[in-house]
């Protein structure tokens, strides 16, 4: 049996490589001509140590306080060198993607449509060369056609497929929302670099909370897409937070993945004071404790850096962090800004 697996580098690259049942990690590696650290292949030097991201692993043997210790093997390192998988599994690597002799995956693909979906934002649709394999939530850089230029933006799609989907947000004057706004064509070829980034979606041990802001909704409808895909039995409360009602834009794709997988709250907000909605302001003005779930609970924020700020300090006021919180910032110059 083969699975995927996914090698995150301390760069934020991520490279997805296939990795039979009998393989050892670093030897599938080495087939995808990635050098990971290893030295004696024997799991006596500890030097392939990485931390297990996800997935079911087995290890072979190791040398117990050289190579690693026992508490270490309990906090959930591995030694990829003597590890084998029996299912997907995502390995966080302590060295950068050049240090293993490699880099960010670059895949061609070619504009199949550019939706404006409302004033502030798009829809781009691409067709790869072949599919891509990602972790929901992973951004990747895309060329902007007829310009020398990239913008990162997270994939709205699911994982594995020939096709990709973004949710942009219409910049006045940005470089890719002239394009998508002027000049884009079914055709304009168009290039992939990653999948990257450190916002994706873990392993769902405990209820989930994800808070999106205006196009920051894109990473979560790709989880959307897993989960309705594997399913779960955890709730997930999804806030989506937009300025006006017409910047709700996809939410009648969220509504039907929500019902495909069951467990999901769908909950809008409107910050513009002159309109009617149900619940209006910010998602601090709504987020209780009752979200909180006495802090067992896992947030995923991707949203403009005030959103992420305000949030975390409500989280003080609360007087309850959650058991663990991965956001994503990003900021008007229509690239990442900072993901923890
Ligand atoms: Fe020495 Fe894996 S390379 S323990």
Redo the contacts with the bound molecule.
């Keep these: 049996m083969t699975y995927q697996v996914v090698l995150n580098f301390e760069d934020g690259v991520s490279r997805v490589i296939s990795c039979d049942d009998a393989e050892k990690v670093?030897d599938a590696a080495f087939r995808h001509k990635i050098n990971l650290?290893?030295?004696?292949?024997?799991?006596?030097?500890?030097?392939?140590?990485c931390k297990v991201g996800a997935g079911d692993y087995e290890m072979e043997f190791?040398l117990e306080d050289e190579?690693m210790t026992e508490e270490e093997e309990q906090e959930g390192y591995a030694?990829?060198?003597?590890t084998t998988v029996s299912s997907d599994a995502v390995f966080n690597v302590m060295a950068s993607s050049e240090a293993c002799k490699t880099g960010a995956q670059q895949t061609a693909g070619e504009v199949i449509a550019a939706e404006k979906l409302s004033e502030t934002s798009f829809n781009l649709r691409v067709k790869l060369e072949k599919p891509l394999g990602f972790l929901p939530g992973q951004y990747v850089n895309v060329s902007v056609p007829g310009t020398e230029e990239t913008r990162s933006y997270s994939f709205s799609s699911k994982p594995g497929t020939d096709e990709a989907t973004f949710l942009i947000r219409n910049l006045e004057g940005g470089v890719m929302s002239s394009y998508l706004a002027e000049r884009a064509s079914a055709g304009d070829k168009v290039e992939l670099t990653g999948p990257m980034g450190i916002f994706y979606l873990r392993e769902m041990k405990r209820p989930q909370l994800w808070l999106a802001g205006g196009t920051g909704l894109a990473p979560f409808l790709s989880m959307l897409e897993k989960v309705a895909e594997e399913g779960t039995d955890q709730p997930i409360t999804l806030y989506y937070a937009v300025t006006r009602a017409a910047d709700l834009v996809e939410l009648e794709r969220v509504e039907q993945l929500a019902e495909k997988i069951g467990t999901v709250t769908v909950v809008t907000i409107l910050a513009a004071e002159d309109e009617e909605h149900a619940l209006k302001g910010y998602v601090t003005d709504h987020l209780s404790e009752k979200d909180m779930n006495d802090g067992d609970v896992d947030v995923y924020l991707c949203g403009p850096p005030p959103m992420v700020d305000a949030v975390s300090k409500h989280f003080k006021t609360l007087g309850t962090e959650p058991a663990q919180f991965f956001y994503e910032k990003f900021n008007p110059s229509e690239s990442k800004a900072e993901a923890a």
């Design positions: 670093t650290p290893m030295d004696c292949r024997d799991g006596v030097c500890g030097t392939c140590k190791y190579a030694l990829l060198c003597q």
